[in-house]
């Protein structure tokens, strides 16, 4: 599959993430047996992952509350910037509740360490960490999140709410992607 500039290769397919995230759900609902989950979903590669557990959460019976932390880590490169900015929106403190971290890759660790802290710096009762991709690299941050998806190899992956520099998070799937030469 092609793009003007990219090629795609498809990893993981629409059907694939449908069951997984299903499945995940599930996991975590035998877990989080409180009455009220606050999710904390780090912006904006998560969004579509949150969209569809959320409602999986509704499907299986779970209230919840639904929060944001916005970062940026990568800004129209492929390499992790190391230093991720964190904007937090405003926001009611966690303090007290049953949280569940919600991101959308797990790379170097840095995010998710640093969206960690914030939170557990607010007390929560309960504090766990989800990621859609882990992907298979040795971490710059000693983090293992409570709950993933899928494991990938050490690829840049876009699609499921990823982006390169804005594009392609509309992909209902995961692709990694490589810019085509076009130098003759
Ligand atoms: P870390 O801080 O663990 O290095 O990187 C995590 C963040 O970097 C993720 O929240 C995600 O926004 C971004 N990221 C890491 N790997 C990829 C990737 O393969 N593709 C895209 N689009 N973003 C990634
Ligand atoms: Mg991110």
Known sequence: MTNDHFS??????????????K???EEIISDFVYNETTIVAALKGSF??????I?????????LIVEFIDVSSYSGT??????PLIREFKRPSVCGRNVLLVDDILDTGHTLSKCKTILENEHPMVLKTCVFLVKDVKRLVDI?????????????VVGYGLDYDGKFRELPYIA????ISTSI
Do not use: C, W
Not at 78 to 83: F, K, P, Y
């Open 78 to 83: 492929t390499v992790s910037q190391g230093n």
């Open 144 to 156: 293992t999140p409570d709950y993933f998806g899928f494991t990938i190899e050490d690829k840049f």
């Open 8 to 21: 795609m290769n498809i990893l993981i397919s629409e059907d694939n993430i449908r069951e997984r995230v």
């Open 176 to 179: 990694e992607i490589e810019e």
């Open 55 to 63: 409602r999986e959460f509704h499907r299986k019976g779970s209230e």
């Open 48 to 53: 579509v992952f949150l969209a569809d557990i």
């Open 23 to 25: 499945e995940l759900v």
